[in-house]
């Protein structure tokens, strides 16, 4: 190794170098196995290997001395104090530069100093933090228990403590021989670093994509027992709502949409991808099918084992994955272990769940009897037919009382983590309870991770990721029977047993209490999501990398119907007892493999991958059914007469192959390109079409780093854009194929026979988004950021069912015939309003605001669909509705207006006109964090402007007299019209008749403007000194209230039904619930 001077600069070639933002250089970790060397040859090795150049005097050291190299993660301020510190030796450095001098005599004596770096938040010590002697290149790293031991001369010095995610802190030294820190997060930089495409990693500094970053510190203050109802609010762009086809049920379906919809019949859905393994993607949606319940593969993944969360939104960042990122990307990383003391964590929470003020607002007995009695009159009925007299002129039954409990949750949680520089640990075990406010309904979830790392040698490094759940769901689905069943029936006799009763029109009401107590619906589900990886460093700046996983579900519901209730009895009412039996399994393999390179040159830096994604999937399902039963206490089908039994099974295929790339460059932090391919062929789809490209390209600028840039005011300022295109390939896996259904319905001379289920087609191809965005990030004193982005996605080739002749054997098949726009722009605003001392106070808001609109459909003719319709230049979810004009105050008989906006007492559907979409104009969130010592405050707002959504609930619950005979009704039906003059909101109550004031119409449409107080959690950090007396390393308790108040702009009174209670009669869940989290 050749020297010069000290004041000649050294120009190297250096590797890649990645050093977290707040993390001091000199903490880098070093892998070096090399046997003994000469100090020469460490020193070059260390030069050609870590990007640094030492610069000292020919004379100055003993360069031939032999040195042990065995470096397994060492950090460099270790190695070097170990190198130089016996040679008496000073080191400083300077950029990338390391300059060696033989210090000065001095007449001061040296003392070392020690101590313990610890978090403020939870009293952890900080394993790696930096201490620095100010002013000089003198420092260390603090051990796996976070002490330091460090070289002190003067009582004036000051020591400077940093760590990743933490405010740096500077403490004089004085006389002191020990001096403990505790280190504060800083509240601006604790998402610097964030998990991209395929797992890499990136500062967010250095990021060309829209991607939005969630921490395990963010996610921890909901209680929620499923991963995608923790982003609501949180993540701009992304809306969380409650499919309103299902909202009945004590587990209903959910609906994830990242910037708008893009598609009429595939998925909406993000892709969910797990440690690098996608779950379960099915056709139209995310759910595995089951017999008569449907579940997301989500609420197998236990929360409280989550890391991180990174949500890929535009083109740059979800390319990559090409078919299948068109609706946006969320990647979950779980836990990982740490280098240290092992460390074992206990989580225990429990609560309660009641009913809110969303419930259905329906007709008290009494109310119930006054207007059923007034409708008849009005009628002109025989008052002596009049149906409803002796128990029923006196029962007053609450059936939402009846139906609903007060529910409990309990959820416990058990982690060990720990490790050394070579193997890394972390092992979990979670059980979760919940006992639903619907009676009769109760989820249980047994759930387990392992998590290792291994490294062997300085070369390869291996890791696994499995987990694991199993769920026990016991099932109830009333329907709509707790708010329609009218409140004058008794659901028990005089005995105390359950109740058999007809209809007044003769037919059987069925009673729910009894089917809840008498009748049986499982499901159990047994869920595998995992991977084995490895990393082989094959040369300096080259790896390969490998992950293979698999995503398992096993699903069995077992349902009995009892003789004992209308359920399990024919039509006659004989006793007979119904049972279905069914498995369903799904197996998924995927393997990634791809070469990853990465360089420095200078101040160039080249990072590129190229890889292969292969899969394959099976579903089968095994189904069978019997009745009339002896009894019901046998409840096998076998026990079942023969030809009362029926069976039946399916099975589904599909396969993928994928060839990506991804090519990022930048020069000095400042300029930056992304260029993205895939190439992705797939079994859905046709021969002729099966394979499809999809390609993207980014470019950024850092404006804070340039050398003109002297703002003490603007600290950041980042441009971005980017273009490219993404596929949808989740369509079903035979929507292209033509299909037979076998069954006994088509057999023929009593042989097996088959009909045509599907057309095969051909052609059907690819959905393409087409992605544009641009943003721009700025921040102002380190304290305030501000991010805007504006994107446009178009959708070609949109695929939508088609009218065919009848001579095909089909009336309608799937083609590629649209064009759908979403454009929309997004802000955030991160503010830290108060750091000092002991009290912060940080802010963030989220606003987003998409415009979906058609451009093409099928030979340009508009498609209408009951409420909705699709026409070009409107968005897809419009209303498409006649507009109601209220109640003709002369005679109580329902308005409308016609197309041309006359009144008219005729409704026509021809009268129907576009009146507003579905879609909000704005919907975001707004999350407040206050920590004072050791108490912490957490609060979430979300809310929607604008936007309109239809009540089929009100609809069918204010009949104006139709429905008295059978089902209870709205609150709303007491603002009826009685006498002329009146100004009303309900018609003429009529019994039995309809007036078409039911139908569909603006009548029952709301503005969904509201607000939410969605949560709210107060927690409390024990002090490090009490916690120690215990043997804990810290402990820690919070109280959380989750849905705790909703608010709308409109005046209404009280006990009628607004928008907040007529999109979804099973009413939202007010959950308290109070939690320990112990660290032992």
């Known amino acids: 190794m050749k020297k010069r001077l000290l004041l000649l600069l050294a120009l190297g070639c250096c590797l890649r170098v990645t050093t977290v933002q707040g993390q001091h250089p000199l903490s880098q970790p070093v892998y070096l196995d090399m046997g003994k060397v000469s100090l020469e040859e460490l020193l070059d090795a260390l030069e050609e290997n870590y990007g640094y150049d030492f610069a000292y005097s020919p004379s100055l050291l003993p360069l031939d001395t032999q040195v042990s190299t065995q470096y397994q993660g060492q950090p460099l301020a270790l190695i070097l104090d170990e190198l130089f510190g016996s040679l ?42 930096t201490v620095v002697l100010k002013g000089t290149s003198k420092g260390t790293v603090t051990d796996q228990n976070g002490r330091y031991n460090l070289p002190v001369s003067s009582e004036d010095a000051v020591l400077v403590f940093s760590y990743m995610g933490k405010l740096p802190q500077q403490v004089p030294v004085k006389a002191r021989k020990v001096v403990n820190v505790m280190l504060r997060d800083d509240l601006v930089q604790l998402q610097s670093v964030v998990v991209t495409g395929y797992g890499t990693e990136q500062k967010k500094e250095d990021l060309v994509g829209s991607v939005e970053f969630v921490t395990a510190e963010k996610l921890k203050h909901r209680p929620a027992d499923r991963v995608d109802q923790l982003l609501e609010g949180v993540v701009p762009g992304l809306r969380f709502e409650v499919q309103s086809d299902d909202a009945s049920s004590a587990r209903p379906r959910y609906q994830t949409r990242i910037r708008g919809a893009a598609s009429f019949s595939a998925s909406n859905e993000p892709l969910w991808i797990v440690d690098g393994v996608p779950v379960y993607t099915g056709g139209s949606t995310n759910l595995i099918p089951g017999v008569s319940a449907s579940v997301s593969p989500l609420s197998y993944l236990n929360p409280s084992d989550i890391e991180s969360i990174t949500v890929l939104k535009d083109a740059s960042a979800t390319s990559i994955y090409g078919a299948n990122g068109a609706n946006g990307v969320v990647l979950i990383t779980t836990k990982r272990g740490k280098s240290g003391e092992d460390r074992l964590n206990v989580r225990v929470r429990r609560g309660i769940n009641s009913i809110s003020d969303t419930k259905f607002q329906v007709l008290s007995g009494d109310e119930f009897r006054e207007l059923a009695r007034e409708a008849y009159a009005n009628s002109g009925l025989d008052p002596a037919a009049y149906p409803y007299g002796g128990e029923a002129d006196t029962v007053n ?31 979990s075990a979670g059980y979760y309870k919940e006992d639903k406010t619907m009676l009769a309904n109760s989820t249980q979830r047994l759930s387990t991770r392992i998590n290792l790392d291994q490294r062997i040698g300085k070369r390869l490094n291996l890791n696994f990721r499995m987990g694991g759940s199993y769920n026990k769901n016991k099932l109830f689905t009333p329907g709509d029977y707790y708010y329609t069943t009218r409140p004058n029936i008794n659901p028990y006799q005089p005995s105390g047993d359950f109740a058999l009763y007809d209809g007044v029109t003769g037919s059987k009401l069925f009673n729910k209490l009894a089917e809840a107590a008498q009748n049986d619906h499982s499901q159990n589900t047994f869920a595998v999501n995992g991977n084995v990886g490895a990393v082989l ?110 069976a039946n099974s399916s099975a589904e295929e599909e396969s993928a192959f994928s060839v990506f790339s991804n090519l990022s460059y930048n020069w000095d932090r400042r300029y930056y390109v992304t260029l993205n391919f895939r190439r992705d062929g797939n ?12 390609a993207s390209a980014g470019a950024s600028w850092n404006i804070h780093n340039e050398a003109f840039w002297k703002s003490k005011t603007v600290n950041f300022l980042k441009l971005k854009a980017s273009y490219g295109t993404n596929g949808n390939s989740r369509i079903g896996n035979y929507a292209a194929k033509g299909l037979y259904s076998f069954g006994a319905d088509y057999a023929y001379n009593n042989s097996p026979g088959a009909v045509i289920s599907t057309g095969e087609n051909p052609d059907f191809s690819w959905e393409t988004t087409y992605m544009f965005n641009t943003g721009l990030r700025i921040g102002f004193w380190d304290r305030v950021y501000l991010e805007g982005e504006f994107y446009s996605n178009i959708t070609d080739n949109l695929i939508d069912k088609v009218d065919v002749t009848r001579a095909t054997g089909q009336t309608r098949i799937y083609r590629n015939v649209g064009k759908v726009q979403n454009a929309g722009v997004e802000f955030t605003l991160s503010t830290v309003n108060i750091n000092y001392r002991d009290l912060q106070w940080t802010t963030d808001v989220n606003l987003a605001h998409n415009r979906n609109k058609i451009l093409e459909l099928y030979n340009g003719n508009d498609k209408s669909f009951g409420t909705s319709i699709r026409q070009v230049g409107e968005d897809a979810s419009t209303l498409y509705l006649v507009r109601w004009a209220g109640v003709d105050p002369r005679d109580g008989a329902p308005l409308w207006y016609d197309a041309a906006g006359n009144l008219t007492r005729v409704y026509d559907v021809n009268n129907r006109v576009p009146v507003g979409s579905t879609n909000p104009d704005f919907f975001g969130g707004i999350t407040n964090r206050v920590s004072y010592k050791n108490f912490s405050l957490n609060v979430l707002l979300n809310y929607t402007v604008g936007g309109y959504a239809f009540s089929s609930l009100r609809r069918n619950a204010e009949s104006d007299g139709v429905y008295y005979m059978e089902d209870n009704q709205s609150k709303n039906q007491l603002d009826r019209w009685q006498r002329p003059g009146d100004m009303a909101t309900t018609p003429k109550l009529i019994w039995g008749v309809s007036q078409s004031s039911m139908r569909n119409s603006t009548r029952f449409i709301h503005k969904k403007t509201n607000l939410r107080l969605q949560n709210i959690s107060l927690g409390y950090s024990l002090p490090a000194e009490l916690v120690s007396r215990f043997f804990l390393q810290h402990a820690n308790a919070y109280v959380q209230l989750d849905n705790v108040g909703f608010w709308t702009p409109y005046r209404n009174r009280e006990d009628r039904n607004t928008y907040k209670n007529s999109f979804s009669p099973y009413p939202v869940e007010q959950v308290i619930s109070a939690g320990l989290n112990l660290g032992i």
């Open 537 to 646: 460093v094959i040369l300096d700046g080259l790896d390969f990398t490998s992950r293979n996983g698999i995503d398992f579900y096993n699903i069995r519901e077992d349902q009995y119907a009892s003789r004992k209730n209308w359920s399990g009895r024919d039509l006659e009412g004989n006793p007979m007892g119904y049972a279905d039996r069914a498995q369903t399994n799904f197996l998924k393999w995927i393997s990634i493999n791809r070469l990853n390179y990465s360089k420095a040159i200078g101040k160039h830096q080249v990072d590129a991958l190229l890889g292969t994604e292969a899969s394959d999937g099976r579903r089968t399902s095994l189904s069978g059914s019997g009745y009339n039963f002896a009894n019901d206490h046998i409840k096998e089908i076998t026990y079942t007469p023969y030809e009362t039994q029926r």
């Open 88 to 129: 008496n030796i000073s080191y400083q450095l300077k950029g990338s530069r390391i300059i060696l001098t033989k210090p000065a005599a001095v007449a001061q004596e040296v003392r070392t100093v020690s101590g313990q770096v610890l978090s403020e938040k939870d009293s952890e010590p900080l394993i790696g933090a």
């Open 397 to 427: 039954t609450d059936w939402y009382d009846a139906f609903f409990r007060t529910g409990q949750t309990s959820d416990y949680n058990l982690s060990l983590t720990g490790g050394n520089e070579r193997t890394k640990y972390f092992i």
């Open 683 to 694: 079994s859905r789809f046709g021969d002729d079409v099966r394979w499809a490209n999809f």
